[in-house]
Every structure is written in structure tokens, then in C-alpha cells.
Nanobody, 120 residues
Framework: QVQVVEFGGGLVQPGGSLNLSCVVS????????MAWYRQAPGRQREFVAR???????LYADSIKGRFTISRDGAKTTASLQMNSLKPDDTAVYFC??????????????WGQGTQVTVSS
């Protein structure tokens, strides 16, 4: 069973920075993709950023240029460096991990989320 845990959320003032971390534990064959999503109150869960095993990244337009996703050498930890935070960034941030079992067989895993609140 793969477990995904996020941490690093908290309260930050507008314009501030925060770094989130996501750790994958348990047994896995290959964590192909790690990504961050977020869900604000009354909103749908939205994509924030993703990174694959090759280090290729993709960002949502809303955070492009402000957030940076990274991954450790073991490919089982992902970080989200958030800069120039805005009140609209307030949300529960979820880590997503895609396990590649076979070439065409994947499983999706989600963390429980970590709260990020941007307020003065």
C-alpha cells in the first residue's frame, strides 16, 4: 500500500512564501508522476503542478512563475515552493502520486492535504 503525506502548510501573509513537502511511503514499483492539486472552499479541486520521473514539469497558469515543483533523487518526495502568495492561493493542497506498475497500468494515490492560508 502506497501512502502519501503532505506537510508544510500554514498561515502566511500575502507576498510571502511557503514550502510544501510530499512524501511517498510503502511499497511501490515506480512513482511515475507526482503532482500538487488544491481545493479552495466552495471550489473544485484544481491542478497546480506536476513533475515526472524525467524532471519535466507542468504548471497551472494561475501559479506559473510563482510556484516551483521539485522532486528528490529517489523520486518519492515532491516539494512545492510557493512564492508571492496571494489570498486566492488559500486552499487545501493535496499531493498526488501516480504509481506505474506496468507500462500501461497505473494507480493513483492522494494525500490527506495540508492547509495553506494566505491572509494578512
Amino acid at each position: 500500500q502506497v501512502q502519501v503525506v503532505e506537510f508544510g502548510g500554514g498561515l502566511v501573509q500575502p507576498g510571502g512564501s511557503l514550502n510544501l513537502s510530499c512524501v511517498v511511503s510503502g511499497s511501490w514499483f515506480k512513482i511515475n508522476i507526482m503532482a500538487w492539486y488544491r481545493q479552495a472552499p466552495g471550489r473544485q479541486r484544481e491542478f497546480v503542478a506536476r513533475i515526472d520521473t524525467g524532471g519535466n514539469t507542468l504548471y497551472a497558469d494561475s501559479i506559473k512563475g510563482r510556484f516551483t515543483i521539485s522532486r528528490d533523487g529517489a523520486k518519492t518526495t515532491a516539494s512545492l515552493q510557493m512564492n508571492s502568495l496571494k489570498p486566492d492561493d488559500t486552499a487545501v493542497y493535496f499531493c498526488y502520486a501516480q504509481e506505474l506498475v506496468l507500462a500501461t497500468h497505473t494507480y493513483d494515490f492522494w494525500g490527506q492535504g495540508t492547509q495553506v492560508t494566505v491572509s494578512s
